[in-house]
């Protein structure tokens, strides 16, 4: 069973406005970790923002920040003031705090910013 | 912060040769080292885990004997793609968990590797 979903394969924004990625996961694990990354067309995995199960606020890292609704099972990212340069692949990924541990990750969203 | 060189970032092969891609933590250890793989425009798979010490974890689907893992050191792991056909070219990244409280709470990826096969 998919862990991972991000439904919009592709998104458009108009430059400095705010854009939501969708993404929904499904774990039985009461403790768990939830990541989304940047990947630019080099390809390099881009650290964006971190959201743990038992936060009870959502995270926020200068414009980017985590919708967390964990009775939803959803955890968007928000990007405020999209600039050009966010225009990239979104993935959105999951740790579970059991078993090995790797991130499982989603599809994938690719943004374009338009000018 | 936490580094994971990979190296190569990109080869083109003959088919049938055998290519390695290595990934060292530079100033950490990586007792584990996550396997990626990636098909354009798609998700990062999770191929096998590397462990120092220890054989590799591979995830079901993945052939243990065309991809090669070995985590020689708790600074080195590679990848060894053998026999390689154009149906492995790909974009291959390492990721290994890196210092708890770090800044990226805890994952350090490689730059990737892309593998063309001819």
Same mark, same amino acid.
């Given at each position: ?7 919009? =394969? ?10 939501? #990625?969708? &993404? ?9 970790? #939830? ?39 959803? $955890?968007? #990212?928000?990007?405020? $003031?999209?600039? #050009? ?6 993935? &959105? $990924? ?7 541990? $790797? ?11 338009? =000018? | ?65 065309? *991809? ?40 350090? *990826? ?9």
């Amino acid at each position: 069973a998919q862990k991972i979903t991000q439904t919009q =394969p592709g998104m458009f924004v108009q430059e400095k406005e705010a854009v939501t #990625l969708d &993404c929904t996961y499904d774990t039985s694990d009461p403790s768990y970790g #939830l990541f989304w990354y940047k990947q630019p067309s080099s390809g390099e995995m881009i650290f964006l923002i971190y959201q743990g199960s038992y936060d009870q606020q959502n995270a926020t890292e200068g414009r980017y920040s985590l919708n967390f609704q964990k009775a939803r099972k959803s $955890a968007n #990212l928000v990007i405020s $003031a999209s600039q #050009l340069g966010d225009s990239a692949m979104y993935f &959105c $990924a999951m740790r579970e705090d059991t078993g090995r541990r $790797a991130l499982t990750f989603g599809s994938g969203t690719r943004l374009q910013v338009q =000018p | 912060g936490a580094v994971v060189s990979q190296h190569p970032s990109r080869v083109i092969c003959k088919s049938g040769t055998s290519v390695k891609i290595e990934c060292r933590s530079l100033d950490f250890q990586a007792t584990t080292m996550f396997w990626y793989r990636q098909f354009p425009k798609k998700s990062l798979m999770l191929m096998a885990t590397s462990n120092e010490g220890s054989k590799a974890t591979y995830e079901q689907g993945v052939e243990k004997d065309k *991809f090669l893992i070995n985590h020689a050191s708790l600074t080195l792991s590679t990848l060894t793609v053998t026999s390689a056909h154009p149906e492995d070219s790909s974009f291959y990244i390492c990721s290994a968990p890196g210092m708890t409280g770090a800044a990226n709470y805890g994952y350090t *990826f490689g730059s990737g590797t892309r593998l063309t096969v001819v």
